[in-house]
Nanobody, 116 residues
Framework: QVQVVESGGGLVQPGGSLRLSCTAS????????MGWYRQTPGREREWVAH???????KYADSVRGRFIISRDNAKNTVSLQMNSLKPEDTAVYYC??????????WGQGTQVTVAS
């Protein structure tokens, strides 16, 4: 059974930092591109970043230079370091595992709220 579980969400002030983690089990983690998406009420889920099986990274324009995605294949974990957070970063953040689009497996999401 495949499980994708996010953690690390919470409330942070504008300009602050937060680190999200995601652990995947039941898959050969090293064979999957791992990604982060986010969603706010009434809007479609938005791609944030992904990291390939060779650890190549890509970011949405809205987060490039502020967010850093990384992976640890030994721990089946992908992380998203979020710096210089803005209120518009407030969303539910979802982790996903992909062999080829669309994503194959999703986590349940973790809430990130940026507010003073």
């Amino acid at each position: 059974q495949v499980q994708v579980v996010e953690s690390g969400g919470g409330l942070v002030q504008p300009g602050g930092s937060l680190r999200l983690s995601c652990t995947a089990s039941g898959i050969i983690f090293s064979l999957y591109t791992m990604g982060w998406y986010r969603q706010t009420p009434g809007r479609e889920r938005e791609w944030v970043a992904h990291i390939s099986v060779t650890s190549g990274t890509k970011y949405a324009d809205s987060v490039r230079g502020r967010f850093i995605i990384s992976r640890d294949n030994a721990k089946n974990t992908v992380s998203l370091q979020m710096n210089s957070l803005k209120p518009e970063d407030t969303a539910v953040y979802y982790c996903c595992a992909t062999r080829g689009p669309p994503p194959n497996y999703w986590g349940q999401g973790t809430q990130v709220t940026v507010a003073s």
